[in-house]
T-cell receptor
């Protein structure tokens, strides 16, 4: 298995632009998580899906952030409009069950200028 | 004002020595604990886990100890190698309802050759 696949690996954009991050979880995993990592705040959970349904989005910073999981093999995290303070590494992770160990992707390094 | 990032605790260990990384968790309802290793430029990677019905679990060169009385977790790495240099996170989770993994701030392990 290729593991959790995230794209793009790096994204540089200008303030105000829309950013879409993509994730393909491990096949057969029914839970998917989006995390954000910064030097200031460490690793923060943004949103958690179980069986493609958002269960907890309390970590989503504000309305500019949205996440979807249209099917079991794909999820997106969208930021519109992006701001410089959104600059971070965004990780997607999946697990076989929501309470089991997580498998992380390589992350997307986002820089908003 | 000046922005301040997280100051990760740092543990420096001589190559070949044993390492002990400590973690305190906060939720007495947590019943599943996981250690992750994050190398530079990569996502966190699962190392070992332990459930609350156990006090100790061993893997290859790693041992996790759980003290539920004082809500303390430790990761012991035997014969530390340069490849062990990374940031180590402990994560706590609880079963029932939905599962939400909470990460600690991490400890940076530096292995001195």
């Amino acid at each position: 298995d290729a593991g959790v696949i995230q794209s793009p690996r790096h994204e540089v954009t200008e303030m105000g632009q829309e950013v879409t991050l993509r994730c393909k979880p491990i096949s057969g995993h029914n839970s998917l998580f989006w995390y954000r990592q910064t030097m200031m705040r460490g690793l923060e959970l943004l949103i958690y899906f179980n069986n493609n349904v958002p269960i907890d989005d309390s970590g989503m910073p504000e309305d500019r952030f949205s996440a979807k999981m249209p099917n079991a093999s794909f999820s997106t995290l969208k930021i519109q409009p992006s701001e410089p303070r959104d600059s971070a590494v965004y990780f997607c992770a999946s697990s076989l069950k929501g309470n089991e160990k997580l498998f992380f992707g390589s992350g997307t390094q986002l820089s908003v200028l | 004002g000046e922005s301040v990032g997280l100051h990760l605790p740092t543990l420096s260990v001589q190559e070949g020595d044993n390492s002990i990384i400590n973690c305190a968790y906060s939720n007495s309802a947590s019943d599943y604990f996981i250690w992750y290793k994050q190398e530079s430029g990569k996502g966190p990677q699962f190392i070992i886990d332990i459930r609350s019905n156990m006090d100790k679990r061993q893997g290859q060169r790693v041992t996790v100890l759980l003290n539920k009385t004082v809500k303390h977790l430790s990761l012991q790495i035997a014969a530390t190698q340069p490849g062990d240099s990374a940031v180590y996170f402990c994560a706590e989770n609880r079963s029932g309802g939905y599962q939400k993994v909470t990460f600690g701030i991490g400890t940076k392990l530096q292995v001195i050759p």
